[in-house]
């Protein structure tokens, strides 16, 4: 167990709707990060989040957002979603901003259908 | 930009075998690297990693890598595969002093055979 919880851990929802995925750091952790896993383009960062600001930019649609909290709790927004947006959304966290260990949770399986 | 290339998409080998998976990566200057696991339906278990000093990094569950300044790669090992080790294993690099974001390969899927 990393120490990383994400929830919900499945989701099946329908293209155009909107979901958010939620993410609760390891204690003590003050980045955030997320990722996608899909079957076409692997793993992929998302975006990241440093004591609730963002601190850089991955490949993120501007139909995805994302925030953390004062409590350091990240959610994952993901609107108008589309059959591709199917995927593994990882989140994960580490104790500074560079030069850290990354834990990663269990992930949260999309389904768009 | 920096990339991580993983050779081997699948790799079998009989339990009790030798393993060695493979990694280069292309960066300015020398990353972090990592090794991450990954077995069905599960998150992503860091094996190991590297920041700097020694380069043979011993992991968890009998693993070690090696870096190769000179081959820019950062090979993973292990003496000998039992069955629990079936898995994707993913290489990553991460800039040093400039954010955690980790670059992942393509992952190899590992298979093991009785």
């Known amino acids: 167990d990393s120490g990383v919880t994400q929830t919900p851990k499945h989701l099946i929802t329908a293209t155009g709707q909107r979901v958010t995925l939620r993410c609760s750091p390891r204690?003590?952790?003050?980045?955030v990060y997320w990722y996608q896993q899909s079957l076409d383009q692997g793993l992929q960062f998302l975006i990241q989040?440093?004591?609730?600001?963002?601190?850089a930019k991955g490949n993120i649609l501007e139909r995805f957002s994302a925030q953390q909290f004062p409590d350091l709790h990240s959610e994952l927004n993901l609107s108008s979603l589309e059959l591709g947006d199917s995927a593994l959304y990882f989140c994960?966290?580490?104790?500074?901003?560079?030069?850290?260990?990354?834990?990663f949770g269990e992930g949260s399986w999309l389904t768009v259908v | 930009a920096q990339s991580v290339t993983q050779p081997d998409i699948h790799i079998t080998v009989s339990e009790g075998a030798s393993l060695e998976l493979r990694c280069n990566y292309s960066?300015?200057?020398?990353?972090?690297l990592f090794w991450y696991v990954q077995s069905p339906g599960q998150g992503l278990q860091l094996l190991l990693k590297?920041?700097?000093?020694?380069?043979l990094v011993q992991g968890i569950k009998g693993f070690e890598a090696e870096f190769k300044r000179s081959q820019s790669s950062f090979n993973l090992r292990k003496p000998s595969v039992h069955w629990s080790d079936a898995a994707e294993y993913f290489c990553a690099v991460s800039p040093l002093n400039a954010g955690n974001m980790l670059t992942f390969g393509g992952g190899t899927r590992l298979m093991v055979k009785p």
């Open positions: 960066y300015g200057a020398t990353p972090y």
């Open positions: 590297y920041f700097s000093g020694d380069t």
């Open positions: 204690s003590g952790d003050l980045s």
């Open positions: 994960a966290s580490s104790v500074a901003r560079s030069g850290n260990t990354i834990y």
């Open positions: 989040y440093y004591n609730g600001e963002e601190r």
